[in-house]
């Protein structure tokens, strides 16, 4: 959905000299502009962290992952490149963290796509992800659990605010200190009349949230 995204940041006057995009993961499927995705994270103001849909490329190499991926997955689009392509899309996506932190003057936040394990620190899950834990790096690309059980613990640790997508919903959803900031945008494509793309604010002025429709292409500020 990368037009509508240039269409949010410059309404919101994005400073590609001064500011910086995060990504909460799934830069490609089921949209309309998948391809886009190198051009952006060749972008220096512009990092993303891999989410399960990223995934999918990387795991795109065995035939039946990709026949999985490709028929109910949104990865048709993968069908279409050249071998040099998905070469080069997979090179990019390996690079992707799956977790990543800044720094703001209200405290350090987190970025991972899906989530963190209940009773597990901030830090530890920065460990166990940094050496490699198959069960860590699943929560983080693969987990539904907080939403799925109203989860508002607070995630312990250096980290003040966690930013999470994976899971789609009408508008953004605060449980503890952990904000779900995927709405569905590329549901516009299954006639999801509210399909909406969120961005927030997390520095100068934290948690202001900005949203464009993509069914009406609507500015929204609450």
């Known amino acids: 959905m990368f037009e509508h995204l240039e269409r ?13 995009l995060f990504s ?5 499927d089921r949209g309309p502009d998948s391809r886009s995705t190198l051009r952006w994270l060749a972008y220096s103001w512009f990092h993303a962290c891999r989410g399960n849909h990223e995934q999918f490329v990387l795991d795109s190499g065995s035939p039946e ?9 949104g990865g048709a689009w993968w069908l279409e490149l050249d071998a040099e392509e998905q070469t080069r899309f997979r090179a990019a996506i390996a690079r992707l963290p799956l977790a990543m932190e800044v720094s703001t003057a209200s405290g350090l936040v987190g970025i991972v796509h899906a989530g ?15 050496a490699g834990d198959q069960e860590a790096m699943l929560y983080a690309m693969w987990s539904r659990r907080r939403l799925q059980s109203v989860d508002s613990s607070l ?10 997508g994976h899971t789609p919903t009408r508008g953004t959803v605060r449980l503890g200190n952990v904000l779900h900031i995927d709405t569905g945008a590329v549901y516009a494509y299954e006639n999801f009349i509210d399909a909406r ?4 604010e997390v520095h100068p002025r934290p948690y202001r949230e900005f949203t464009i429709s ?9």
């Open 116 to 130: 963190v394990p209940p009773l597990l620190s901030w830090d530890r899950f920065m460990e166990l992800l940094e």
């Open 8 to 20: 949010l940041l410059d309404s919101i006057a994005f400073d590609e000299s001064a500011d910086r």
């Open 197 to 200: 793309l969120t961005a927030v």
């Open 214 to 222: 993509t069914v009406r292409g609507a500015i929204v500020e609450p």
């Open 65 to 73: 992952d990709r026949a999985l991926w490709t028929r109910s997955n």
């Open 155 to 164: 995630v312990s640790g250096r980290v003040e605010q966690i930013y999470c």
């Open 24 to 28: 909460v993961g799934d830069l490609v």
